[in-house]
DNA sequence: GACAGATGAAGGA
DNA sequence: TCCTTCATCTGTC
């Protein structure tokens, strides 16, 4: 049983992003848009005018520290629980995948397909990144399409190539 | 059950 | 090279 969602904003250098905090863990986080605003995805539900609880509070310090990292194209040494309750197995096996890349490392499609133990689900890898809730602290970024191509990136091919770039990947 | 998709590989010009 | 076409697999409606 999951209870709403509590937003709290994270102020960076490239705009205010907002990470969405479950009962379970970090849900979802929202990239700043051009201006340095949010741009929800989806509603969610806002309990910011209660308390936040103690834990939530911990996550948070995680999650902005660990963003920061990522942004200044270095490796999040420590990240908050994540709630990936809804997600299909496949989904979660891709983004664990992912987790495990290293700034300034990259993997084509096809190679996250052969990770999760499927190597020609290269498109429903594709599906799966897009599908991706947590962006930057789930690096989908760091996965390019073959012969180092960019590819797709759902909040942005802007965003990808400047996170890119902080970590020296060449494309 | 049909369709779409952030792919990849092969073949032709 | 570049472009087109097709095979493949999963998620969503």
């Known amino acids: 049983m999951k209870t709403g969602l509590v937003e709290l904003p994270i102020a960076t250098d490239d705009g205010v992003f907002l990470a969405h905090y479950s ?98 689900a290269v498109r429903a890898v594709g599906g799966a990144c897009g599908a991706n809730p947590i962006p930057v602290l789930v690096p989908c970024h760091r996965v390019l399409a073959a012969n180092k191509k960019i590819g797709g990136f759902s909040s942005g091919l802007d965003w990808k190539r400047s996170l890119l770039a902080r970590e020296g990947v060449k494309f």
């Open 23 to 120: 009962e379970i863990g970090l849900a979802e986080l929202d990239f700043p848009n051009a201006d340095g605003l949010v741009t929800p995805k989806r509603s969610a539900r806002t309990v910011n005018s209660k308390p936040v609880p103690l834990p939530i509070l911990r996550w948070h310090r995680l999650t902005t520290a660990a963003l920061k990292k990522v942004l200044a194209g270095r490796a999040a040494q420590k990240l908050p629980p994540l709630d990936w309750t809804g997600k299909t197995e496949f989904q979660q096996s891709v983004w664990r995948a992912m987790l495990k890349l290293a700034p300034g490392k990259t993997r084509s499609y096809g190679e996250i397909a052969e990770v999760v133990g499927n190597p020609r």
